[in-house]
Nanobody, 118 residues
Framework: QVQLVESGGGLVQAGGSLRLSCAAS????????MAWFRQSPGKEREFVAA????????YYADSVKGRFTISRDNAKNTVYLQMNSLKPEDTAVYYC???????????WGQGTQVTVSS
């Protein structure tokens, strides 16, 4: 079992920045991916960014490339999402997720609200 707890959401003006954190506890694996997803009202949940616990590869949705950066601190079992140049369309509940190796994302956090005002 893995537990994920997000923090760092809030209200910010367009053009501003926020950093989300996701603290993982339990049986994490170096082969697992850690990812951020988001969901806004009336829309399906969408992928934002991902990183593996081991290695340096990162992955981003086109809509956030160049503005968001995902990183991890293995010593703290924490993954971060640095969000810069925020836009109103980034407003959503942001979820952290991880997977059992070889499976789809099967552990999710409770979500943290990000609201970007224009």
């Amino acid at each position: 079992q893995v537990q994920l707890v997000e923090s760092g959401g809030g209200l910010v003006q367009a053009g501003g920045s926020l950093r989300l954190s996701c603290a993982a506890s339990g049986r994490t694996s170096s082969s697992s991916m850690m990812a951020w997803f988001r969901q806004s009202p009336g829309k399906e949940r969408e992928f934002v960014a991902a990183v593996r616990w081991s290695g340096s590869s990162t992955y981003y949705a086109d809509s956030v490339k160049g503005r968001f950066t995902i990183s991890r601190d293995n010593a703290k079992n924490t993954v971060y999402l640095q969000m810069n140049s925020l836009k109103p369309e980034d407003t959503a509940v942001y979820y952290c997720a991880t997977n059992t190796p070889g499976h789809e994302y099967d552990y999710w956090g409770q979500g943290t609200q990000v609201t970007v005002s224009s």
